[in-house]
Each structure stands twice: as C-alpha cells, then as structure tokens.
C-alpha cells in the first residue's frame, strides 16, 4: 500500500514529513562536522591534538602500531556523531507535526551532499580554508 502526505495511517494519525526531513538534515550537519573538523585537525599540530582530544573515550584511539591509533579520526567521529544525535533530536521535536515541501527539501539535500563531499578533496578545499585560516589568524 502507497501512502501519500495526505493520506492516514491506520490509526488514523495524519503523516507528517517533517520526521524525515530532520532525520536527513541530521545527516547533512554530521557530514558537515566531520568535514570541517577534519580541516580544523590539519592546520596545525595543537589543532589536531585538540580535535583527537574528543575521541580518547574510544578503545584504541591512542595506541601505536598496525592495531593502534588511528589518531584524530576518533575525535572527529564522536564530533560528528554528537552533532547527529543532537540536531536529530532538536530538529524531530521542532518538526514533528510539521509538512515540510519534499521536493524543494531533496534538491537542497542533494545539493548540499555533493558540496560537502567536494569539501574533502583538498584541491578543491585547501585554498578555501587557508584562506578563513588566515582571516582568523591561524596558522
């Protein structure tokens, strides 16, 4: 069975695409912070000891050898993924009742994934954030 936004589950509560909007947008910013964060971690050695800093909790996140570290990538995961879980809940309970536009919603999340992932390739990158570096005075 179809549903549509105007159609009824069966208890008859109306379906609201607000949830799924929120939940993909949830998506975008952790995307973002991992993005940005992993950008922050490479200008400079401090940075990057301050980025790592957020993922000492996970098993292995200091260790040496093929087994060991992965080094800042934990603090960088747990950034994006406290950004997830927080935008997710913020975003849901501001959203919920809500019937948002999908149409315009996938074309901005659709846009928006592809910039983020041109984000990472630091060709295309770099000079971008040397230059914001530079505005805020660091190295």
């Known amino acids: ?13 109306p379906l609201y ?8 947008m949830a998506l975008l910013l952790a995307f973002l912070t991992l993005m940005v964060s992993h950008h922050i971690s490479r200008l400079s050695p401090g940075l990057d000891k301050l980025v790592h800093s957020f993922g000492y909790w996970i098993p292995g996140s200091q ?44 074309r901005v999340f659709v846009i928006s994934l592809a910039a983020i992932t041109l984000g990472f390739f630091h ?14 005075g660091l190295p």
């Open 123 to 136: 060709p295309l990158s770099d000079p971008l954030v040397l230059f914001i570096a530079g505005f805020f």
């Open 63 to 106: 260790g040496k050898g093929p087994d060991g570290s992965i080094g800042s990538y934990t603090g960088k995961e747990t950034l994006a993924i406290g950004v997830w879980l927080l935008s997710w809940l913020a975003f849901h309970l501001l959203w919920r009742k809500q019937d948002l536009d999908l149409t315009t919603w996938t």
């Open 17 to 24: 695409s607000g949830p799924v909007v929120a939940a993909s």
């Open 1 to 13: 069975m179809i549903h549509n936004q105007n159609q009824t589950d069966s208890n008859n509560e």
